[in-house]
């Protein structure tokens, strides 16, 4: 599994896009990237998976470059709520495979 | 999806005993994982719980410490044996599922956790 690294934590504004990027230089031919958001108390819960270019769904959007070594996830609009822990993995993701999960990004979203 | 509903959802233990979490899931599923968060941490993958075999653990978990029953598809049980203070964390249990990228590749769906407290 390839080795992910995220900014620590990250602070915005309500209203305010955020754009969090993660670094797998290592990532693999076969290897998918997924995003997973975690709130206080509560698992983690899939947010976007993308190969490459650009993925959107009703939460996020998800770049991934030619050379695939980076992602952002693009959360639009913050509000409050989206206050959360978000975890950027790589792997093959196949069903029965386990997730490795780094130590992620705090994101606070103030008002 | 998935619903994965645990219980207990918390519960304040004192050293020495051990304690079982409940995992079930509202449909049939391969294969259950079992996670720890430890406060203020990330999540670490303790075993992956298959149906009708023994569970498999990663490295730095055992079975006599962790326990691992899978009786269905729909269930499985964590075990917490002889705990001490280093063993307050939450537990997670997690299933695999569609709604990835591609129909190879899935996603996981995760319970709502176990608070642990050991005294």
């Known amino acids: 599994l390839a080795k992910t690294t995220q900014p620590i934590s990250m602070d915005s504004y309500e209203g305010q896009e955020v754009n969090i990027t993660c670094s797998h230089n290592?990532?693999?031919?076969?290897?998918?990237i997924t995003w997973y958001q975690q709130f206080p108390s509560q698992g983690p819960r899939f947010i976007i998976q993308?190969?490459?270019t650009k993925v959107t769904n009703e939460v996020a959007s998800l770049f991934i470059p030619a050379d695939r070594k980076s992602s952002t996830l693009s959360l639009p609009r913050v509000s409050l709520s989206d206050t959360a822990v978000y975890y950027c993995?790589?792997?093959?993701?196949?069903?029965?495979?386990?997730?490795?999960f780094g130590a992620g990004t705090i994101l606070r979203v103030k008002s | 999806s998935a619903v994965i509903s645990q219980k207990p959802s918390r519960d304040i233990c004192q050293r020495g005993t051990s304690l079982t979490i409940q995992c079930q899931v509202d449909?049939?599923?391969?294969?259950m994982f079992w996670y720890r968060q430890q406060p203020g941490q990330s999540l670490t993958l303790i075993a992956t719980?298959?149906?009708?075999?023994?569970?498999?653990?990663e490295s730095g978990f055992v079975i006599d410490k962790f326990p691992i029953s899978r009786p269905n598809l729909t269930f499985s049980t964590l075990t917490v044996s002889n705990m001490s203070p280093e063993d307050s964390s939450i537990y997670l249990c997690?299933?695999?599922?569609?709604?990835?990228?591609?129909?190879?590749?899935?996603?996981?769906?995760f319970g709502p956790g176990t608070r642990l407290t050991v005294l």
């Open positions: 997690s299933v695999g599922g569609p709604g990835g990228a591609s129909p190879h590749t899935d996603t996981q769906y």
């Open positions: 290592n990532i693999a031919t076969n290897d998918y």
């Open positions: 993308g190969y490459k």
């Open positions: 993995l790589v792997g093959h993701m196949e069903y029965g495979n386990k997730l490795v």
């Open positions: 449909s049939q599923v391969t294969m």
């Open positions: 719980a298959n149906q009708g075999s023994e569970a498999t653990y």
